[in-house]
């Protein structure tokens, strides 16, 4: 394997194990605020064990997406000093201003978040766990502008060979990114919510009944319930936007290799792209251009426009089905246990053995989504712009196999360590229940509240 | 030199990126010290020390991405080049900084038994690191060579930083703790020190005499008469603190931060002279902070006219 491919790989493990965990912090931040914000209204110390129990997962994955990020931003450097040297004017800046106006406000005031309970004033606690949740938000706004940007590339002008800024506004809401944005913030609004009520299912079957494994279970369910319908509209609206300014990445997801009408909602393929042509096709007649184009013959791009121009097949494909298909196991599942939830007020053992595991549902969904998204631009790194092989650096490939080698091994323990770890807090937190008594700090600053109850 | 935009872009670049380095080795250097300090330290004084860094340690790291992210942002002509050449310290670099990051989290949550494990991985992850960044700083005053001699010499300035690095770490373990940890601290300064020393001397040696350019610089008259007060000035602070060892813990705890904000001092003034030195280049002897600008393919040694207008 050559430097090109091997350099693609490392950047996709890092990028891939970065995001899972900005994507559970920027919505747990939230998260924890309505946690706190409930403590502060009603007293009920229950809150704020939900709260103590939920912020040591904001830490640890804080942890893992400061120290899996800031590998990220060394990267660009090693292995991709084309990228830089082409689109940097527009890259640099917008970098820039997430390390700027967003990780020094996470950094900074997760000290508190983190330390500062009854340390500082009740008011000040509760502002830096706002500051915190709102700080990871614009951190995902300003990659995700950069992100979109790459894809639908918009306010800039090319000068010899180098891609210079020109309306600013137009940069960071191109065309893709109003979607985009919504899109992967209600993903991480998901993903929190099913791990939430998974990690909260856990120490549900493992006996306990405690008030605060209850309120987080009801958040998380809830929270699941009422995102899935919003992040399905949303979806939908993110396809027709790529429909309209990448039609190719969309001929990919769909595996339509012909551009014409009544083209079929194809369930299940094997994608040959030696054959050009499906295999083992199992589809639905004319779902295809009634989703895409809203009419049963409304004619759908096909991947023979773009030979040679088009993305891999089959990855784009089957992360756009692996995507769907959890995010429709979302709803069935959210939706039936709310119900019982909301109407039996009870929690059906079955349905808690289907909770535990989709914890991390919301990762496989992600991952799934960013991979059709992201494989579907190549071959471009910059949609028009810039090619993935032009950006590659002079690394000899011996070296970047050998750090990717050892990255995923590590990537690979990480991820070992800190699902058990998890899993441990949780059964911890079963075991004790509600009546151990908070740490020292802790228990005396909710002896306050509590005194009238 | 005519002071528009182009030119001056550059300057304030490069001075905001040397200020978030300093701050950062300043910074991360006394929670990596106190990293490195865990291999001689037993489980409870462990806890305290980790307590004494706690609240800080992810906001010191944020500094490490804002001097990398100015580098790619201001200079990603030597962003690519310096990290290209560099490309397996800076992997080394961040595995360590990821081991350590993760165990800072991990050991106070895994079972109890298993404590142990995370308290070796962060004391490995800080040493790596600093070692790391120690290498890169040999290696990188030399002029990115690769030769035999420039690796040992990346070793020794490794090994130095290290130490430094647990020099800071001690002095802010003087600060913040008392007992028989502080006094433990006082003695891990006093040794640590020697090898700082030891760091900067190589390191001030070797910048002039692998670059004569650098040379022409220091030794001509008045210049080494104007810079006479850095090295007197740094030797001054070294030597004091070295006398101030022997005094420490003092009486009701006064001074308990002298001696963290000499080194950070020291630091600085050490920092000062390899600015000095390598000023007005980002990657020695090769590119300038003008030429590593983005720019247009054309002319590498062309003026930085091109790129005025756009932002």
Known sequence: ?453 | MTLDWPTLLPLIFAGLMGLAILVYVVLDGFDLGIGILFAASDAHEKDTMIAAIGPFWDANETWLVLAVGLLLVAFPVAHGVILTALYIPVFVLLVGLILRGVAFDFRAKVPVHRKKRWDALFCIGSLAASLAQGYMLGVYVLGLETGLPAIGFGLLVALCLAASYAAMGAAWLIYKTEGDLQRKAVRFLRSALVFTAVGMVAVSLATPFASPRIFEKWFTWPEIALLAPLPIVTGAAFLGLWLLTFRMPAPGDRHAITPFLTLAAIFALGFAGLAYSFYPYVVPDRLTIWEARPRPKASPSSSPARRSCCR
Do not use: C
């Open chain 1, 1 to 453: 394997m050559d430097a090109l491919i091997l350099s693609r790989l490392q950047f996709a493990a890092n990028i891939s194990f970065h995001i899972l965990f900005p994507t559970i912090t920027i919505a747990l931040g939230w998260v924890l605020l309505f946690f706190k914000l409930r403590y502060n209204a009603t007293g009920d110390s229950a809150w704020m064990r939900a709260y103590f129990f939920w912020v040591k997962v904001f830490a640890l994955s804080f942890a893992l997406g400061v120290v899996s990020g800031v590998t990220m931003s060394f990267q660009f450097g090693t292995n991709w000093p084309g990228f830089m040297e082409k689109v940097g004017n527009i890259a640099g800046p917008l970098l820039a201003y997430e390390v700027l106006t967003a990780f020094f406000l996470e950094a900074v005031f997760l000290g508190i978040m983190l330390f500062g309970f009854r340390r500082v004033s009740n008011r000040v606690h509760t502002l830096a766990t706002f500051l915190v949740a709102f700080g990871t938000t614009l951190s995902a706004f300003w990659i995700l502008a950069l992100n979109s940007w790459m894809q639908t590339p918009a306010g800039f002008e090319m000068r010899d060979g180098v891609a210079f800024p020109v309306d600013w506004w137009a940069i960071v809401f191109n065309p893709s990114f109003p979607y985009r944005l919504v899109h992967m913030l209600l993903a991480s609004g998901l993903t929190v919510a099913f791990l939430v009520a998974g990690l909260s299912a856990l120490r549900f079957l493992a006996g306990d009944r405690a008030e605060s494994m209850w309120k987080a279970l009801r958040t998380g369910v809830f929270m699941g319930a009422a995102l899935i319908p919003v992040q399905i509209f949303v979806g939908d609206m993110h396809g027709l936007n790529t429909l309209e300014h990448q039609p190719q990445k969309v001929a990919a997801m769909e595996a339509n290799w012909e551009t014409r009408g009544n083209v079929p909602l194809v369930l299940f393929a094997w994608p040959d792209e030696k054959a050009r042509e499906n295999r083992f096709e199992i589809a639905v007649p004319n779902g295809a251009s009634l989703i895409l184009r809203h009419s049963l013959d409304g004619i759908v791009p096909g991947l023979n426009d773009y030979v040679g121009e088009h993305p891999p097949v089959a990855p784009v494909f089957w992360g756009f089905r692996i995507m769907v298909g959890v995010g429709l196991a979302m709803l069935a599942l959210s939706w039936a246990t709310s119900w019982f939830l909301w109407r039996r007020g009870a929690m059906p053992k079955l349905l808690a053995y289907a909770y535990a595991p989709m914890a991390f549902s919301g990762w496989v969904a992600t991952l799934a989504g960013w991979y059709t998204t992201e494989i579907g631009r190549q071959p471009w790194l910059v949609t028009g712009v810039l090619r993935t092989e032009e950006a590659v650096g002079p690394v000899a490939a011996s070296n970047v196999g050998f750090t990717l080698a050892i990255y995923v091994v590590l990537y690979i323990v990480l991820m070992i360590v800190y699902l058990g770890v998890l899993t441990h807090l949780a059964l911890k937190a079963a075991k004790d229940g509600d009546q151990s008594p908070m740490p020292g700090v802790e228990d005396r600053a909710l002896a306050q509240p509590m005194a009238g109850e």
